[in-house]
């Protein structure tokens, strides 16, 4: 089975849900991740579920195109959480049609850090949702090994990992390492290329949010990854070109110049 081609909300900052949806569908790519401007460090979306118009033109984009929302992104454990208001927003995103949502970590304090987490899996239960965990290096969930003791702590029933091909290669960590795993705990992934010298912790959060290379572009082992996922995964395109934007590439040109090199990489559905 292949892997279906989605469209990471990163890839394109600041551009609105629904716009996003109509570049998708444009690039060939079958779904988007759309953000529930929740994190202080992912707010560039407009929030849905402040803007009753903006959701409406969503969802009439959505329904027009046939783009599926896959992930619900920009949700986080941190000292601002408010899960009242994260399930506000997770439960409008559920209503579009999203399956899952992902989280990742950045509380300090333990114990707060463990109440939300699993306030989040009951969330993802009640409104019979998947939830992910995203790992990397500066945050509080450092690396494939650590979001897996995690997952099979038996606390979060639910949660599964996101793989996200940067976060894994900076972490120090391989496909061989996410071959290891149990499939089945394995929720997400997210696609992008990169220099294999990794950057010091300001250099890999400016090139992890802002400058990533599109498939086979860089130096990343992502044929052996795409292997090691497990079968008919949804697989998210997370490629930001700050630098091609600046230029005067459009989102759409720089969405299929990823897309492209993507499917030069493997065969999607």
């Known amino acids: 089975m ?11 900052p600041g551009v609105s849900p629904p716009e996003l949806v109509r570049i998708a569908a444009a690039a060939g790519c079958g779904g988007v991740s759309i953000s529930a401007a929740l994190s202080a460090m ?34 986080s454990v941190a000292p601002e959480t408010d899960l009242t208001r994260a399930r506000a927003a997770i439960e409008l995103m559920r209503e579009l ?15 707060r850090a463990s109440d939300l ?13 998947g939830v992910t965990l995203e790992f990397l290096r500066l945050s509080q969930v450092r690396s494939l090994r650590e979001a897996a003791t ?17 976060h894994l290669a900076r972490g120090g960590e ?40 599109a498939p086979g572009d860089g130096e990343l082992p992502l044929a052996a990854l795409l292997k090691a996922l497990p079968q008919d995964l949804v697989v998210a395109l997370e490629t930001p ?15 299929r110049l990823a897309a492209d090199a993507a499917r030069r990489l493997a065969i999607w559905r």
């Open 97 to 111: 049609g999203a399956p899952r949502f992902n989280i990742s970590v950045w509380e300090t304090d333990r114990s």
């Open 241 to 255: 070109m700050r630098g091609r934007a600046e230029a005067g590439v459009s989102p759409l040109e720089r969405v």
């Open 117 to 129: 987490m699993a306030g989040f899996c009951e969330m993802a239960v009640d409104l019979e949702m």
């Open 2 to 12: 292949a892997h279906k081609l989605s469209l990471g909300y990163l890839t394109l």
């Open 42 to 75: 992912m707010t560039s979306q407009a929030s849905l579920l402040e803007d009753a118009g903006l959701r409406a033109e969503t969802a009439r984009a959505l329904k027009e195109t046939g783009i599926t929302i896959d992930l619900v992104e920009g949700v």
């Open 150 to 166: 995690l997952v099979n702590s038996g606390q979060y029933p639910g949660l599964q990992i996101l793989v996200d091909a940067l």
């Open 174 to 213: 391989t496909p061989a390492d996410v071959a290891a795993l149990d499939p089945q705990s394995i929720g997400f992934a997210q696609l992008c290329d990169a220099p294999a010298l990794s950057p010091d912790d300001e250099g890999y959060m400016y090139e992890a949010m802002n400058e990533r290379l």
